[in-house]
């Protein structure tokens, strides 16, 4: 396709290329624009109609609607950003450098930058920071027919219409009800009839994690956003709850791996900022580590009698990071998305430590078998065994006990991952071995 | 408000406790009969009136699914299996053991079990399994007005009426329309005149997972499903596409941490299974770490020499594996959300190396400043340093090729995560710190 187009460009075809455009999906034209040159980038998005520039322009990258922005004139950017979602604009007003958003907020009128301005005050991770104050809101002594005159009036400019709200006075919520229920019922029921009473709400500073859950959970398309007073201010629709989700994952996956979550995309973060993200935790853990290097030493006269003792380091080492690093990352997600609460800790230290003997003791027949037939030294077989079961056991509690504990503590969980389980279970490892060792082969 | 239902219940106050569950969302019903004792159970949920029961059922959990329809009598088990929508059933269906298999299809009448052994027949993880077969179709050369009436005459049993096809005699799509441009459009409007040609759709046999991509990539509520010969056949909503994004989340996390996926949540799953799916990459692992083992077998007259060489073992070996785990998280991550291309592959690299070169002289320069103050050793200094800087540049550039390489060869990327990543960079650091040792100290 991205050929097609750049072929009938080449061509100066433009009124071929015009239609061609006029029958693509805009999320696609949105892929195109990214892959070709600045240049033809922006003669192609002026040859789309201004429905479709708005909407290519709000599935674009951030990086690609900078760059094009850049080469907008200022009427060019009022006609997009007029047509953007409040929501898309606050997202995009968050993306940008300086320049670039004084130059949005110079185009919106006085009102609209009023709006913004208050949107942009929700701290980021806040319900409110995430919600679009375009729905629809109805009065209960409403009737379905008036209900979709309403609609009809104000819907074309709302993100959506399948879900509407009856307000009291006070801008409270009485009820909701959709668009199902519209259709399906007589024009002349009154809304107060059909409308489902005290609907599902999530404050403005609610954490937006804690808002998104709600739509799994109860199987929302939108949930309405309330003040402090109560009073509907918004709506947060699925797009961007999903959205919400992503991010929050990608978040989890930067957390266990030792990475300081970063606020853009692989290749929009900088060689710095991505070095900046890694050095913090890598130092922490790396002077962690040499703590179990300090320890070693304490041991030098046994490994200096038995040089062997130092082989099954790596290996020891590595499996106790790797059965603590399955646990801890089961526990993570299940807290996560709720399949285990913290009031189960018992329940899932009972089962790790029977699933850790069962698993720590296979490991060890497995092991003691390969000691065995290569070195044919029992006692070694029998110090490696034991270790490798006492380290698999101590893993795999710590696995479950240092994330729930930090959930206890409102920290975040997913810090409890592999890499700082790692060098607790190394440490641990390291000395129950040589003490097993110095114990079996009579060593001191 | 458990207790409050509890409290109601040991009083036999019924009616009372029927208006209160009345004025309650069924979710919230749910998740309150899944914190109570079977018998207690069974009976509030018989207080239930039948749509409510029905809807409540759907939000329950797999297990408490389970519990009560071994309690519920053939006739019960009916109303809610033919309230049910029949993508909710085939899930049930999935999660049940044999016998209530069995007494759910006894209750389906002939079409319906004709409809549900179809659905059943599509691979679990393609686009089939997770469709409904409810959607609204209408023609082109229907009105606005006579759109409205199909959707009233048909619309209460569809799981969503808020997108509409249009379909050909031979059930091909021409068109979709969406409730608002019906809401929006006037009576006498032709639907063909309104409706979006050529939509997305996914085919049955499609993978769900790339299916489910495009609900966030062209902000869909529903997609529809065609067959081989591009018949229409069902839609995918998006609450179960969320489910799908949530489950496969939870995939990469169970396969990054060395784990086989669980079909089933951490409690569901029993002690003997979870042992099983964590032994096999366990054991894997065990054994590769030996290689490393063996490795430092060979430089037992090092060690010998100098013990304290030893000790930096643990550190090297933890800090290699941290870095490359960083990496290769942000790289599968980077490719399962595709903001990261298979072609991308030269740029990753690119920023890797130099991200590599920074944080290893960083880490190089602080751990050097250590050994110096506490050993007083410049050489073990030096020798630490270079094998910690070639150690990050290894570990970052087999974080981003390895996932890379899966990618291309088809496999999944999330199997080449830290675990697997980390034995491999324990060998080679091992390797480069002894030859390093040997040349700055003059060992043999």
């Known amino acids: 396709m991205v050929e097609r187009v ?4 080449e061509e100066k075809k433009y009124n071929e290329l015009k239609s061609l455009l006029e029958s693509m999906n805009s999320a696609d034209i949105a892929t195109i624009l990214g892959e070709i040159e600045d240049e033809d980038m922006t003669v192609v998005y002026r040859l789309l109609n201004k429905d479709a520039a708005a909407e290519t322009f ?11 922005i850049s ?11 007029s047509k953007l979602f409040l929501d898309d604009t606050i997202a995009l007003i968050g993306e940008m450098p300086a320049g670039i958003v004084k130059r949005i907020l110079r185009q919106a009128d006085p009102a609209k930058r009023k709006l913004i301005n208050e949107l942009l005050n929700y701290p980021s991770d806040s319900a409110g920071s995430v919600m679009t104050i375009e729905f629809v809101d109805l009065r209960e002594n409403m009737t379905v027919a008036q209900a979709f005159d309403r609609i009809r009036q104000v819907g074309v400019n709302k993100e959506t219409i399948y879900t509407c709200y009856a307000l009291d006075e006070g801008r409270r919520i009485r009820g909701l009800v959709t668009a199902k229920d519209l259709m399906l019922n007589d024009q002349n029921t009154l809304i107060s009839d059909i409308m489902e009473k005290d609907p599902v709400v999530v404050n403005t500073l609610e954490d937006k994690e804690d808002a998104v859950k709600k739509f799994d959970k109860y ?21 961007d709850a999903v959205d919400v989700m992503k991010d929050e994952n990608t978040e989890d996956f930067e957390k266990m791996a030792a990475l300081n979550p970063s606020e853009d995309t692989y290749f929009r973060t900088s060689v710095f900022k991505h070095a900046k993200n890694r050095i913090v935790w890598l130092l922490a853990l790396m002077l962690s580590a040499t703590v179990t290097g300090l320890l070693i030493t304490k041991y030098e006269n046994a490994f200096a009698a038995i040089p062997l003792l130092v082989a099954f380091i790596p290996m020891l080492m590595d499996t106790g990071g790797n059965c603590g690093s399955q646990t801890s990352t089961l526990v993570i997600r299940g807290l996560a998305i709720d399949e285990i609460k913290s009031r189960d800790y018992i329940r899932v230290l009972w089962k790790e430590v029977r699933v850790a003997a069962l698993v720590g003791t296979a490991l060890a027949v497995v092991n003691g078998a390969r000691i065995l037939i290569q070195y044919k030294d029992f006692n070694m077989a029998l110090v490696v065994g034991l270790t490798l079961i006492c380290t698999v056991v101590i893993s795999k509690m710590l696995g479950c006990t240092l994330p729930m504990v930090a959930k206890r503590l409102k920290l975040d969980p997913a810090l409890m991952a592999a890499p700082l389980i790692t060098t607790i279970v190394d440490t641990c490892s390291i000395v129950i071995y040589f003490k097993i060792a110095m114990k079996v082969m009579h060593l001191s």
């Open 71 to 81: 080469a907008m004139t200022d009427k060019e950017l009022q006609d997009v950003t």
């Open 6 to 9: 750049l072929g009938l460009l």
């Open 219 to 239: 199987d929302l398309l939108s949930i309405p956003v309330v003040d402090q007073e109560n009073r509907m201010v918004g709506i947060i629709t699925i797009d």
């Open 58 to 68: 709000a599935f674009m990258e951030s990086d690609l609607q900078e760059r094009l």
